[in-house]
């Protein structure tokens, strides 16, 4: 039996290069609607969406992210956002104690809120035709991001959603194997895990050999030693920022 909604989650591929055709007012809110209709943790919502249409800050992003033509050429560009700083104006109006709002596990709950719907605003995306990508590089810098776009305490930014019209679409990439996450009970790997990571690593580098474009040598084993090596250095500060905007991390 056809299912839409399983075809456009199946067919999932980042789209990194756009027309530059910017959305329209209508496709901008359709993709909030959708952000809004996610599931949130206790019904708190405990997010934004931050629409950076401003050429100047869209640039400085692009610099601090490292993806220029990702989002100076994409259609629209939203920023993601932990928002503890709405529920604290409640908190004040009804003469609570705000306590609650700046502990961990509520940074935590903003996190999972943003997450959801980032993905709820990548789906309605690509199934309206559109093609995106998510960006956690907007925290190379997560202080430049705090005050360019003006947050307040209790707040802090993850994720960037470049969306567009695609220029291009990607070959689809082949994800892990279901032994190799999905678990009964228990998390076990079992004694399959070396004979299921090969074929998968022998799937992947087929995959970076053969596709339309940035072909490469690349295996899933290579790729996660190539994260081991990066600048140990690099959002080093990120614990000390989201102490900053007033959260309790430590």
């Known amino acids: 039996m056809e299912n839409s909604t399983l075809n456009v989650i199946n067919d999932h591929r980042s789209v990194r290069k756009f027309t530059g055709e910017l959305l329209t007012k209508d496709q901008v809110d359709t993709l909030i609607d959708a952000a809004t209709h996610a599931s949130t943790s206790t019904f708190s919502q405990q997010y934004s969406i931050i629409s950076v249409t ?14 220029k033509q990702w989002i100076l050429k994409s259609g629209h560009f939203f920023v993601m956002v ?4 709405r529920n604290l104006q409640l908190a004040k ?3 609570q104690d705000p306590y609650i709002l700046r502990t961990f596990d509520k940074f935590l709950a903003g996190t999972f809120d943003v ?4 993905e709820n605003i990548m789906l309605a995306a690509e199934s309206m035709g559109l093609g995106g990508t998510v960006l956690g590089s907007i925290l190379n810098d997560s202080q430049q991001m705090i005050d360019l776009l003006g947050l307040p305490e ?4 993850l994720l960037g959603i470049a969306v567009g019209v695609p220029a291009s679409r990607p070959d689809l990439k082949p994800r892990m194997p279901h032994p190799m996450q999905h678990f009964d009970n228990q998390y076990q790997l079992g004694k399959e895990f070396e004979h299921n990571l090969n074929e998968y690593n022998s799937q992947l580098g087929s995959y970076y050999q053969s596709r339309n474009s940035n072909q490469r040598t690349e295996t899933f084993t290579s790729h996660i030693v190539s994260e ?4 140990r250095t690099l959002r080093s500060e990120l614990i000390q920022m989201i102490s900053k905007q007033g959260f309790i991390v430590d």
């Open 82 to 85: 932990v928002d503890q700083y």
């Open 93 to 95: 109006t009804e003469n």
């Open 115 to 118: 997450g959801i719907a980032t």
């Open 228 to 231: 081991l090596a990066r600048d």
């Open 54 to 67: 401003d050429r100047d800050k869209l640039e400085a992003i692009a610099k601090l992210t490292g993806n």
């Open 154 to 157: 209790l707040t802090f930014p």
